[in-house]
């Protein structure tokens, strides 16, 4: 192992506040996902992220600054430091206030924002006082199949998490409990449905995204279950969130909006759903029969339309353009149909206006945005908190990577459940719809793993 050495000499002081101060590469052959789970199970952070995206993931653990977007301020913490900035109309410029006082060099934020968050950005009540909260982590892994890096605040836990990822048991994957994603009773959520497309059909809204939730019977064991999830699974993202009264676990099939440090921003709509059983043939003919779907297809497009408008108002002109249209993409056990669209940000728009401007996503919400609201509020019982909403991860040179928290189990004040929801539009048929959510479900009800003697109290 090899540390840097002028971090290791560095003050005790400066190394408190710089999470990059000290670190240590390895090359070799690694399993990411093995090396990410064992971090989480081995313990001694007071709270933790996992993010994978384009073939690498990230351990985020511990926090040594914390931003926090609340309904009027976003408040950040650093150091014995507490600043508040409010604000209105969007928290973007708030944010980056916060940001910009931290005492840190080089630093890289994971966590989340909520559904609610587009809901107090258009005015409305939201239920909830947190909106989001991402961290700068005392404890920094990044993995791929030929590379991990380690970054600390101190020696010694740079050493021990060093250990862990690199001498620790391979994690293996618990025997798993499966969920039944069948309602009792499915007659009220199709009840809504059929609702829905009277108010779609009398020109409310385009399309409406309306969700059920699946009550999980068990305490669940969160890293054995992302494990388990994961290795069958091919999401476009996915996370492992254990922070204070929050922990999930997701298979997200796409991203909310990509941002690179040369300000590009890309977004990818979903729209449009069928199953897959991995039986090429019958895959084959579901894909066919997908894309001829006149009711996937327009709902598909509408999403197409509505992501176009809003890079055209974050970005400069002429630059925004289709880079792919209606590609069907495999997610776990279904088919969805997918573009990408990308553009240049404008001044002064910055990564935090593309995030508010496109959270939550119009996979979760619908078209427009203010009519779904009122919709999904007239049939689902009250604040869906982190479902629909995104988990982030975001670096100080303007480069941000929002997923879409979707497929996910999903644990707040003590209960655990599954959430699914089916875009509905003028032709939507409710039981259909129904079914819809019910494949969805499965992508994570049967990988859940139970823990075997109870369940830890939330932090």
């Known amino acids: 192992m090899t540390i840097d050495s002028a ?12 999470p990059r101060r000290l670190w240590v590469r390895h090359e070799g052959e690694f399993d990411p996902l093995d090396v990410v789970v064992r971090l989480a199970e081995a313990g001694g952070f007071e709270e933790s992220v996992v993010y994978e995206g384009e073939g690498r993931w990230w351990f985020a653990g511990g ?4 931003v926090a977007v609340h309904a009027d301020a976003v408040v950040g913490k650093s150091g014995g430091r507490c600043t508040r900035v409010p604000w209105e109309g969007s ?8 940001l910009g006082g931290l005492p840190i060099e ?20 939201v239920g909830a006082d947190l ?21 600390a605040c101190d020696i010694e836990e740079l050493r021990r998490v060093t250990r862990i990822v690199l001498d620790g048991d391979r994690a293996t994957a618990a025997p798993s409990r499966p969920v039944d994603v069948e309602d009792d ?7 809504a449905v059929a609702a829905t497309v009277g108010r779609i059909r009398a020109g409310e809204a385009d399309k409406v995204v309306l969700s059920r939730r699946v009550a999980v019977p068990c305490a669940v064991d969160f890293p054995a279950t992302y494990l388990r999830g994961r290795r069958a699974n091919t999401p476009a993202r996915s996370f492992l969130l254990d922070l204070p009264g ?7 099939p796409e991203t909310v909006v990509e941002v690179a440090g040369d300000r590009t921003v890309t977004v990818r709509p979903l729209a449009g759903t069928c199953p897959r059983d991995g039986d090429p043939a019958f895959d084959a003919r579901r894909r066919g029969a997908l894309l001829r779907d006149a009711k996937e297809v327009h709902e598909h497009e509408l999403s197409v339309r509505a992501a176009e408008a809003e890079l055209r108002a974050l970005c400069e002109p002429d630059s925004v353009g289709v880079d792919e249209f209606m590609a069907v993409r495999e997610r ?19 990564a935090w206006d593309a995030l508010v401007a496109t959270t939550p996503g119009l996979a979760a919400t619908g078209v427009p945005r203010a009519a779904a609201y009122a919709v999904i509020d007239a049939h689902e019982p009250g604040p869906r908190g982190l479902y629909g909403g995104a988990v982030i991860r975001a670096g100080r040179a303007g480069e941000l990577d929002a997923t879409l928290a979707l497929r996910m189990i999903h644990t707040r004040d003590d209960t655990t459940w599954l959430q699914a929801g089916a875009g509905i539009v003028r032709d939507s048929r409710p039981p259909g719809e129904y079914r819809e959510t019910c494949h969805q479900l499965t992508t994570t009800a049967p990988h859940i793993v139970p823990l075997p003697n109870g369940s830890p109290k939330l932090r």
């Open 7 to 18: 971090a290791a000499a560095a003050p005790a002081a400066a190394a408190a506040t710089d």
């Open 63 to 66: 926090a040594v600054a914390e």
């Open 91 to 98: 928290p973007a410029r708030a944010i980056e206030a916060v």
């Open 106 to 125: 080089d630093w890289r934020l994971y966590g989340w924002v909520g559904f609610e968050l587009g809901r107090a950005v258009a005015g409305l009540p």
């Open 131 to 151: 909106l989001g909260r991402l961290t700068v982590p005392r404890i920094e892994v990044g993995v791929d199949e030929t590379a991990l890096t380690v970054w």
């Open 185 to 191: 009773d499915p007659a009220p959520f199709t009840a």
């Open 246 to 252: 929050l922990r999930a676990v997701g298979f997200s």
């Open 332 to 350: 776990g056990n279904v088919h969805h149909i997918g573009s990408r669209l990308s553009g240049r940000l404008a001044q002064p728009h910055s």
